[in-house]
């Protein structure tokens, strides 16, 4: 086996400690947070102690965890003043006491076979640290939604094929072997709202992860989620968070290791301390935002700009425009369609 995917000691099971550790961070998850709960006491796999982290919530989402952790002595509750996603997984990584870790999100729902299935994998597997799940859509009313785009990478190959911006695992459907993602540091701050992105390429340096194709998390989209709060940060983050897994394999150290966040875009050559990151990071980041109001609402626009008058494509550019009209961008759409007017390289 290569040494790189060996398991390190940090995985053994302690005298007396569960199987598998759940992990949920909840923050304002009220709606959806009882049939989450209840998906995971529901797996047909029942060795396992269930970690909910209260980051804060301020809808009721903390009286609806201690109900259940009055009724099963798996639960443990985590209240705590809001810290954040990030610091939330964190401590939850610190407070496991099994060598697998599954992440689960306070508003998705985990199929009763999901943990056996994903056990059975990495015991039959232990050169893989990781392993996900396919997944079902779902709206806010729980309703089956279309699935768009790819599939998740089911073995270790199409993983790193996928790497440069394809679907690699969907976070709350991750198992992970404890001892790895300690040894990683966990999750970085500097990269919030990408953190598991980040985490993935770190991982994919030492171990093998994939997914399992079966739909055995459903996943739930919403107007609140991240991507489409965050666009812009979590877009820039990816790409930032690529070019230092390049310096990485290339034997360089990580320019990001230690930052508390990370730096505006046109500081990135200074950071890594040559040209072009900031132009390949723009360019990563551009064609990303066409959808998104709040991304071109902000600072967005400016990367946008600068993405087109460097040469960068411009297909679908004007129907970007007419989006931003109807979006109550018109300054910011007719800014966009002067420069599109402009010939190439003008």
């Given at each position: ?54 980051d ?40 496991a ?14 199929m ?6 994903q ?51 969907c ?6 072997r ?74 360089r ?15 990135l ?42 040469g ?35």
């Open positions: 086996m290569d040494a790189r995917f060996s398991m390190s000691n940090d995985d053994s099971r302690m005298a007396g400690a569960p199987a598998l550790t759940v992990a949920m961070s909840v923050y304002n998850n009220a709606p959806f947070l009882a049939p989450a709960i209840e998906s995971i006491l529901g797996q047909s796999f029942g060795d396992f102690e269930f970690l909910i982290v209260n804060g919530s301020s809808d009721g989402s903390g009286a609806i965890i201690d109900s259940f952790a009055a009724r099963d002595s798996r639960i443990r509750p985590i209240h705590q003043p809001n810290a954040g996603l990030v610091a939330s997984l964190n401590r939850l990584i610190r407070e006491r099994a060598p697998l870790i599954a992440r689960m999100d306070g508003d998705d729902l985990s009763p076979e999901r943990f056996a299935r056990i059975a994998f990495l015991d039959a597997n232990p050169d893989h640290g990781v392993v996900g799940t396919w997944t079902m859509n779902i709206d806010e009313q729980g309703r089956i939604a279309p699935s768009v785009g790819l599939d998740h990478p089911t073995n270790h190959e199409g993983f790193l094929d996928a790497l440069d911006g394809k679907p690699l695992l976070h709350p459907s991750a198992m992970m404890t001892g790895l993602v300690r040894a990683a540091g966990g999750y970085r701050a500097q990269y919030a709202h990408c953190e598991d992105y980040d985490l993935w390429l770190r991982l994919s340096e030492v171990t093998r992860l994939c997914s399992l194709p079966e739909r055995l998390l459903h996943y739930r989209y919403s107007e609140a989620q991240v991507s489409n709060k965050h666009v812009m940060a979590q877009s820039v983050g990816a790409a930032v968070a690529w070019r230092a897994h390049l310096e990485r394999l290339a034997g150290p990580d320019p990001t290791d230690g930052l508390d966040a990370l730096p505006p875009i046109g500081q050559d200074a950071l890594f301390g040559r040209e072009g990151i900031t132009d390949a990071v723009q360019n990563w980041v551009a064609p990303k935002l066409l959808y998104s109001d709040i991304a071109l609402g902000g600072e967005g626009f400016d990367v946008l700009v600068n993405y087109i008058r460097a960068g494509s411009r297909d679908g550019m004007w129907r970007t425009v007419g989006r931003m009209v109807t979006w109550g961008l018109p300054l910011r759409a007719l800014k966009l369609a002067a420069v599109l007017a402009r010939p190439v390289g003008a």
